[in-house]
C-alpha cells in the first residue's frame, strides 16, 4: 500500500508599513565600522561629520550630547548626530570598548527627518528596549576584517536591522506612530539646491545667485530648506564648507589654506563660522583630533 502525503505550500504575504517605504526610499553609505577598545580612563571632545551609533561592549560613558547628558551602560547604544559637540567620559572600567558604525545617508533631503526616527525621545536606548547585537557584531567585524566579496553589503543590511531596532524602541517610549514620510514639493527643489551648492562649494556662494540660477525667488528658497532640513540654506552651505575644511584639517591644511580653497575672505572668517557649526574653534578640532 502506498502512502501520499499532500504538502501545502505555506507562505506569508509580506505587507509594506510607513517605516519600509521610508527605508526604501534611503540609500545607506558606510564609511567605518569597526571596535575601539582602550583599557584605562579616557575623555575626548569631538565631533563628528556623518551619523554615528555606538554599541557598548564592555564598560559604558558618560557622554554629553549638546546640552544633555546620558549614563551609557554595557549593551546600549547611543546615536550621535553630526555637527554636534560630543564629551565622552570613561572612568572606573578596567576594559572599555564598544563597536561604531559612521555611516551618511541619500538622499540629503531625509536626513533630517531620518535623524529625528532615531532620536525622538532621547540619544540612548537602553539594553532593556532593544534586542541583544553582541553576536552579530562580532561576527560582522570578522566580516570587516577578512573583507571577502559581499562584506560591505552584510554590513549594511546589519546597520539597516540596527536602525529598524532604535526607531522601534523610540516609538514604543511613546507609543507614536511614523508621520508619512511624502513626496513634498520642495524636495526637487532643495535636491537641486543642494547640487548646485556642491558644485560650487569652493566659491562664495550668494543665495541671491542661486535663486536665479534655480529660477525660485530666496524666500521660496529659504522655505523650502526649512520645510526639508529644518535649517536654512545659509547653514547648509556652511556646514558643507566646514565638513570639507575638517578633512582638510586631518589631513594637515593650514587654516589659511583651506579658507582659500573654499572662498572665504579671511582666514579668521572659516575660523568663526567654524567654531558657530561645530562648537569649537579649527585649532581645538585638530588637537581632539589627536586625541582619538
Not at 569597526?34 to 564592555?58: C, F, K, M, P
Not at 552651505?237 to 580653497?261: E, F, P, W
Request: net charge neutral.
Amino acid at each position: 500500500m502506498t502512502m501520499y502525503i499532500q504538502t501545502q505550500n505555506q507562505y506569508t504575504q509580506f505587507q509594506s508599513d510607513e517605516l519600509t517605504d521610508l527605508l526604501g526610499k534611503i540609500s545607506f553609505t558606510i564609511n567605518k565600522f569597526g571596535l575601539w577598545q582602550s583599557n584605562h580612563d579616557t575623555r575626548a571632545n569631538y565631533i563628528t561629520d556623518d551619523i554615528e551609533i555606538v554599541y557598548y561592549r564592555e564598560g559604558g560613558s558618560i557622554t554629553t550630547i549638546g546640552n544633555k547628558k546620558y549614563t551609557c551602560p554595557p549593551h546600549s547604544f547611543l546615536i550621535i548626530e553630526p555637527y554636534k559637540l560630543n564629551t565622552s567620559i570613561n572612568t572606573g572600567n578596567t576594559n572599555y570598548s564598544y563597536y561604531f558604525f559612521h555611516f551618511d545617508i541619500e538622499p540629503l533631503s531625509l536626513r533630517q527627518q531620518f535623524i529625528t526616527l532615531l532620536t525622538k525621545h532621547g540619544h540612548l536606548i537602553y539594553k532593556e528596549e532593544i534586542k541583544d547585537f553582541k553576536e552579530m557584531l562580532e561576527r560582522l567585524l570578522i566580516e570587516a576584517s577578512e573583507k571577502e566579496i559581499g562584506y560591505s553589503s552584510i554590513i549594511t543590511s546589519a546597520l539597516i536591522r540596527v536602525v529598524v531596532e532604535i526607531i522601534r524602541a523610540q516609538l514604543k517610549r511613546n507609543n507614536d506612530h511614523i508621520s508619512q514620510i511624502t513626496d513634498l514639493p520642495h524636495i526637487e527643489l532643495v535636491n537641486d539646491a543642494i547640487k548646485y551648492i556642491h558644485d560650487h562649494l569652493h566659491e562664495p556662494i550668494k543665495l541671491t545667485a542661486m535663486a536665479l540660477q534655480l529660477g525660485v525667488s530666496t524666500s521660496m528658497l529659504y522655505k523650502s530648506f526649512i520645510a526639508i532640513l529644518a535649517i536654512p540654506p545659509l547653514t547648509y552651505i556652511h556646514q558643507q564648507k566646514v565638513l570639507y575644511a575638517q578633512r582638510m584639517l586631518a589631513h594637515g591644511k593650514s587654516v589659511t589654506m583651506i579658507a582659500n580653497d573654499l572662498g572665504y575672505s579671511s582666514a579668521y572668517h572659516l575660523s568663526k563660522t567654524f567654531k558657530q557649526i561645530t562648537g569649537v574653534s579649527p585649532r581645538e578640532y585638530k588637537k581632539n583630533i589627536k586625541l582619538l
